[in-house]
């Protein structure tokens, strides 16, 4: 790692620092919300086998895949 100092304005420090906070909320928001799809998955792999659309989606996604756990329960798992 090099060290050594950088001098910036405060007005870009402050949008830096909001753009981490906005990063945060958006990880965060973003984790509540695969955990009700989850929930969701889970409940429609109880009424129908979706095994074969699980499969089909994790051969295309890049950013995600889908698993079947031993409990039948369908948990999102980030790349």
Do not use: C, P, W
């Not at 695969?34 to 409940?43: A, D, G, P, R, T």
């Not at 095994?51 to 051969?59: A, C, E, G, L, Y």
């Amino acid at each position: 790692m090099v060290k050594g100092s950088v001098t910036i304005s405060i007005e870009d420090f402050q949008l830096m620092l909001d753009t981490t906070a906005n990063a945060k909320e958006l990880k965060e928001a973003t984790y509540k919300a695969s955990k009700e799809i989850q929930v969701f998955l889970s409940y429609l792999h109880a009424q129908l086998d979706l095994t074969v659309h699980i499969q089909s989606f994790n051969r295309q996604s890049t950013k995600s895949k889908i698993i079947i756990d031993d409990d039948n329960k369908i948990k999102i798992q980030f790349k």
